[in-house]
């Protein structure tokens, strides 16, 4: 079984503070791990992949597969990266992705 | 622009109506999903559909049912429409090469 944890329902923090948002998984293969965020009015959409190794908006992810653990990271927060927050999973060949319960993050200016 | 299509945007119903959400794609992709949001629980897979002929129960299948009726279109049931199945529900399609789902703007269904 593969399985998600987002263990804040809630984070807040303050324009141009570093913000971390966790997510750990279990999964007995080799997991493809995303992050989606879901901006107020807006369709859910990728944010990043751990495939790709990528930054966007300024967000990154690792995955570190000792912690099964996939932590999205942005150095200095902007209010604009008020949104939700889903880490999602899909193992191997099945194509189902599972997604976590999200995390809303609140940045105050 | 190639994009994802629910509707109903916006349901109310009654106890014991049936339902269906519709959805529909430009994306020619093949696999199609149906994906369930409650506040505190996050996405729930319902169904999933990797072509015409190929349907897979997800994680809460039960007093739910699809259809797939061609490439671009997947549909969702509910047979008889319960308070608890008020929710928000997104259909996505899958991109096969990157694993990237496309999300429709979802349908905020209400059974009173």
């Known amino acids: 079984a593969q399985r998600v944890t987002q263990p804040e329902k809630l984070l807040s923090v303050f324009k141009g503070a570093p913000v971390e948002l966790k997510c750990n998984y279990s999964?007995?293969?080799?997991?493809?791990l995303f992050w989606y965020v879901q901006y107020s009015r807006q369709r859910l959409q990728l944010l990043l992949r751990?495939?790709s190794r990528e930054s966007i908006k300024g967000f990154t992810a690792d995955l570190n597969k000792g912690e099964t653990s996939f932590h999205l990271k942005k150095p200095f927060a902007q209010e604009e990266d008020s949104a939700m927050y889903y880490c999602?999973?899909?193992?191997?060949?099945?194509?189902?992705?599972?997604f976590g319960k999200g995390t809303l993050l609140t940045v105050n200016p | 622009d190639a994009d994802v299509t629910q509707t109903p945007r916006n349901r109310i119903t009654k106890t014991g109506k049936r339902i269906m959400l519709e959805c529909s794609q430009t994306?020619?992709?093949?696999?199609m999903y149906w994906y369930r949001q409650d506040p505190g629980l996050g996405l729930q897979l319902i169904y999933y559909?990797?072509?015409?002929?190929?349907?897979n129960k997800g994680e809460i299948s039960d007093g739910y049912s699809v259809s797939r009726q061609a490439q671009a279109k997947f549909s969702l049931s509910l047979e008889s429409a319960i308070p608890n199945q008020t929710a928000l529900y997104f259909c996505?399609?899958?991109?096969?090469?990157?694993?990237?789902?496309?999300f429709g703007e979802g349908s905020r269904l209400t059974v009173l």
């Open positions: 999602a999973l899909t193992g191997g060949s099945n194509y189902k992705l599972t």
């Open positions: 999964y007995s293969g080799s997991p493809e």
């Open positions: 751990h495939i």
């Open positions: 994306k020619g992709h093949d696999r």
């Open positions: 559909s990797f072509d015409v002929k190929d349907i």
């Open positions: 996505a399609t899958m991109d096969y090469n990157t694993g990237e789902l496309f």
